[in-house]
């Protein structure tokens, strides 16, 4: 069931202006603050349980709207507005004046019932495959950390081949990995089309359900409520945008294209309505002429992507990360202002296209990260390759912005890998 957003704003209009007297200070502050933050982030936050709800420990989360559905599994909701005050710092359930079916919309025929999205983690990171020279040329360990307490990751389960350059994807219960280069094994050298996934809440391994269009690696992976996407990669490099659906395994469609072929651009984020693919490294241009462009393409319909900023300099082999109101990008491989690893962190703004701003660096200059990881706090950057093959798991504050901090290690240096969240 979708969120009939201006019914729940005209509601909240109706309570500002019968505020007199008897009013409470505490009510009054609780009104404006929906209203502020209604009218600058322009969506309701979508939870299966309050016990997802995010820490307001953070005060970055004050005034935030979110909506706990009926039909969770948890049996603690059902179905209400929640808001994180000031008061008690805490979620405050938001009384309707409305029914239930009043304060909502139907899904668009077909919908199914969209899972949460999980474009801010509560639990864990997962990570796939990658290169682990230490070990041998491609491994099939799927890695998990925790983002609640900063921890080295754990082996968890094995993905279906060793394998690494594949592009990661997560909805509420799964993580995927789509396509990918075979190292090492009895299937390498090959590339692959296989789409994987391997459950967030029960360790175990991965299991085969369905296939890309065509095998291919070192491109980008995204995902929406509903879908996983894959998008741009070798061979090629290809400007195909492809996805496929959560509810039922199978296989991908052509479904829209990138502004431009482009391989090894592994970082991308993700807003409540975009899925953003940053710089990247084209076929068709001279050696070391890494892109800069920041493109957008919608999931609510399928849709060409088009340009919507620019980063500090041509990147490519970077890591991606969101927090509700920006897209990140982090370390990388470029030619500007010199060659070789960066250490930037830089981000840009959801709400209006714009070009991207260096806020902090990473503890390490590196890049073959593959995707990133994304709390409600944090972002976190694996592993990498910088005159080394790194462990190191960076995070870097959403809020304070500022320099990452090493928070753990890998299973062994490594790059190339896959990665989803719960």
Do not use: C
Request: hydrophobic share 30%; charged share 15%.
């Amino acid at each position: 069931m979708a969120i009939n957003l201006t019914k729940i704003f005209d509601e909240i209009q109706i309570r500002n202006n019968a505020i007199d007297s008897n009013t409470s200070s505490s009510e009054q502050l609780r009104l404006n603050s929906i209203t502020n933050r209604m009218n600058s982030m322009g969506g309701v936050l979508t939870y299966r349980s309050t016990g997802h709800l995010p820490s307001t420990a953070d005060s970055g989360h004050i005034g935030s709207i979110a909506y706990v559905a009926s039909d969770n599994v948890f049996g603690d909701s059902s179905g209400a507005f929640y808001m994180a005050t000031f008061r008690d710092s805490n979620w405050v359930k938001i009384p309707s004046l409305q029914d239930s079916d009043e304060a909502a919309i139907p899904e668009p025929e077909g919908g199914g019932g969209a899972e949460p999205s999980v474009r801010q983690a509560s639990n864990y990171g997962f990570i796939g495959g990658g290169t682990m020279p230490s070990i041998a040329p491609a491994w099939d360990y799927i890695q998990k950390f925790s983002l609640t307490a900063d921890a080295n990751a754990t082996d968890v389960g094995n993905l279906i081949d060793r394998i690494s350059q594949s592009h990661g994807a997560s909805s509420a219960t799964h993580g995927y990995m789509m396509g990918g280069f075979i190292g090492h094994g009895p299937n390498a050298p090959s590339v692959t089309n296989a789409i994987q996934k391997f459950s967030h809440t029960v360790d175990g391994d991965a299991t085969d359900v369905a296939d890309l269009l065509s095998t291919i690696r070192s491109g980008g992976g995204g995902y929406s409520p509903t879908h996983g996407y894959q998008f741009g990669g070798d061979p090629g490099p290809t400007n195909q945008i492809q996805k496929f659906e959560f509810a039922t395994d199978g296989n991908s469609t052509d479904v829209a294209n990138l502004t431009a072929p482009t391989r090894y651009n592994s970082g991308i984020a993700i807003s409540s309505t975009h899925i953003y693919n940053m710089g990247g490294y084209p076929g068709t241009t001279p050696t070391g002429d890494y892109v800069e462009t920041i493109e957008k393409f919608p999931f609510s319909a399928d849709g060409d992507a088009t340009d919507a900023g620019d980063l500090s300099a041509g990147v490519a082999y970077h890591s991606g990360n969101q927090s509700t109101t920006h897209g990140y990008r982090a370390g990388g491989n470029g030619a500007v202002p010199a060659p070789g690893s960066r250490n930037e962190i830089e981000k840009f703004e959801f709400a209006t296209d714009g070009n991207a701003a260096d806020v902090g660096d990473l503890t390490l200059a590196r890049y073959s990260l593959g995707n990133g990881v994304s709390s409600t706090t944090h972002g976190y950057t694996m592993g990498g390759y910088g005159g080394g093959y790194s462990n190191i798991i960076d995070k870097y504050s959403f809020v304070s912005g500022g320099n990452a901090v090493d928070v753990g290690d890998t299973l062994a240096g490594m790059n190339g890998y896959g990665s989803s969240q719960n």
